[in-house]
């Protein structure tokens, strides 16, 4: 399978429990994902390691790692600034976990969407892996990181105004994934990405009229101005945008595990919550663009 390995940057599941982990809007239907052409996967790697690199110089890529000992597989838990694959944030995110001196490979759990347009070879060259029963079992059989970002498109297409909300949307099967094979939720937060275009709206109210939510399990649509589309609908997110050079903050918080007789749905809520206060200490004083 296609893998993210930290030192170059990259479901039959394990039991009927852990497919009930995976959020639904997350499911790809049984079976192998169709090959994909070996040259757009190593585009999409080279596109990955110029992204990261893209954000440590661009966006003056900050990485702050509070004490924590990754000895054994974890679940990284992170929040979307704006857009999908070319979500600043992802980027970021590869930069911390680099920073970190991980060696251990990671699998980054990522929306069928791309799949579903014919982009997956090169999501799987960013490091990406459609959630489905096989992806997850090939990753724990091979004793691999997972990634996650719970609030998927709510997340991802914020309005500008809620930039620096996490919107997870009462998902909470990434607590169920990690309680029932006993992994370490490692919360890693990105702030600023959000400044990098205008999010004038995220769109829910049109989606849900066009249906998007039934037909491509999308649940917005944002309207955007952005370089060098202007207004826009939609496209901005799914498609690279040139962005403005707002400073990205990125914080990797200490290892949580649940506590004794604490509901996946608990647990989930509390990630949420530190998640949140974290961004929060870290925009309180914050200046748009300049960080």
Not at 113 to 136: H, K, M, N, Q
Not at 149 to 168: E, M, Q, T
Not at 189 to 194: I, K, L, P, Q
């Amino acid at each position: 399978m296609s893998k993210l390995l930290l030192d170059r940057p990259d479901t039959e599941l394990l039991d009927a429990a852990l497919l009930e982990a995976l959020d639904e809007d997350l499911r790809l239907p049984d079976g192998e994902p169709p090959a994909e052409p070996e040259a757009a996967n190593a585009a999409g790697m080279v596109l990955r390691r110029v992204c990261i690199e893209f954000v440590r110089r661009y966006h003056r890529l900050e990485v702050q790692v509070e004490p924590g000992v990754l000895d054994r597989p974890v679940l990284f838990v992170a929040n979307h600034g704006f857009g999908g694959l070319f979500d600043l944030n992802v980027f970021a995110v590869g930069a911390a976990i680099e920073q970190m001196g991980v060696t251990r490979p990671v699998t980054a759990l990522a929306h069928q969407f791309s799949w579903t347009v014919g982009l997956g070879a090169l999501a799987e060259g960013l490091g990406c892996r459609p959630a489905s029963r096989d992806s997850a079992r090939e990753a724990f059989a091979a004793g691999h990181h997972l990634l996650v970002l719970p609030g998927g498109d709510l997340d991802a297409f914020k309005s500008y105004k809620d930039r620096n909300r996490i919107v997870f949307g009462g998902r909470s099967g990434f607590a169920r994934l990690a309680m029932e094979h006993d992994l370490q939720i490692v919360p890693i937060v990105t702030a600023g990405a959000g400044e990098s275009l205008l999010a004038l709206s995220s769109g829910q109210r049109l989606a849900r009229a066009l249906k998007l939510d039934k037909t491509l399990r999308l649940k917005a649509l944002p309207i955007s101005v952005s370089v060098p589309w202007g207004l826009n609908i939609g496209a901005v997110g799914l498609l690279p945008y040139v962005p403005l050079p707002t400073k990205l903050s990125t914080r990797v918080l200490a290892p949580m595990v649940p506590a004794e007789g604490e509901t996946s749905d608990a647990f989930a809520e509390r990630v949420q919550s530190a998640m949140q206060k974290s961004l929060t200490d870290m925009t309180k004083n914050r200046r748009p663009f300049l960080g």
